[in-house]
Nanobody
Framework: AQLVESGGGLVQPGGSLRLTCKGSGFISSVWNPFHMGWYRQAPGNQRELVATVTSSGDITYSDSVKGRFTISRDNAVKRMYLQMNNVKAEDTALYYC?????????WGQGTQVTVSS
């Protein structure tokens, strides 16, 4: 079982990107209860939480992205998304998806987001 992120790239300040986290090898009874989240890590910085969504749909955001980013999940296709709007240079980082269950935790390999003009 694994998580694979996609959708990163180069975007201008003020632009938008949509990141996707695809789960493979998970059965629904394992995937659906996952507490899921997006994290990011910029060079020289620690990995930080961006947003989370629980199995029941409760959502949290870091203050730095609140009002600009939207997290969502679609259990039917085992995917999680991060809609990034009005991006800023400080959003530049490697973005990871995370899935945490009662017994296991999974990380993707990351997708690079670079915000630059």
């Amino acid at each position: 079982a694994q998580l694979v992120e996609s959708g990163g790239g180069l975007v201008q300040p003020g632009g938008s990107l949509r990141l996707t986290c695809k789960g493979s090898g998970f059965i629904s009874s394992v995937w659906n209860p996952f507490h899921m989240g997006w994290y990011r890590q910029a060079p020289g910085n620690q990995r930080e939480l961006v947003a989370t969504v629980t199995s029941s749909g409760d959502i949290t955001y870091s203050d730095s992205v609140k009002g600009r980013f939207t997290i969502s999940r679609d259990n039917a296709v085992k995917r999680m998304y991060l809609q990034m709007n009005n991006v800023k240079a400080e959003d530049t980082a490697l973005y990871y998806c995370n899935a945490r269950g009662s017994r296991n935790e999974y990380w993707g390999q990351g997708t690079q987001v670079t915000v630059s003009s």
